[in-house]
Nanobody, 132 residues
């Protein structure tokens, strides 16, 4: 079992930056992928980015490439999402998640986007609101 707790969300202006933090407990193994999803009101949950623990391979959805950076601090079991040049369309609940078998990587290769499954672990989310 993996437990995830996010923090760092807030209300910002267009062009501002935020850093989200996810404290991870449960010691996910190297088979895991760790990542961030987001869900805006009335929309489906969208995979934003993930990191494969075994080799550090990264994935970003096209809309955040060049603006968002995922990284981790293994010593503190913490995952971060650094977000820069935020836009109103980035407004959403941001959710930290863990995928025990890194099926997100398979989904990228077969579907072209991250796809959740019943085995994923999810945090409760932190709200990010970007005003124009």
């Amino acid at each position: 079992q993996v437990y995830l707790e996010e923090s760092g969300g807030g209300s910002v202006q267009t062009g501002d930056s935020l850093r989200l933090t996810c404290v991870v407990s449960g010691y996910p193994s190297s088979t895991y992928c760790m990542g961030w999803w987001r869900q805006a009101p009335g929309k489906e949950r969208e995979g934003v980015t993930f990191m494969r623990k075994s080799d550090g391979q990264l994935y970003y959805t096209d809309s955040v490439k060049g603006r968002f950076t995922i990284h981790q601090d293994p010593a503190n079991y913490t995952l971060y999402l650094q977000m820069t040049n935020l836009q109103p369309e980035d407004t959403a609940m941001y959710i930290c998640a863990a995928d025990p078998s890194c099926t997100w990587m398979t989904a990228i290769q077969t579907l072209g986007f991250m796809h959740p499954n019943e085995y994923n672990f999810w945090g409760r989310g932190t709200q990010v609101t970007v005003s124009s």
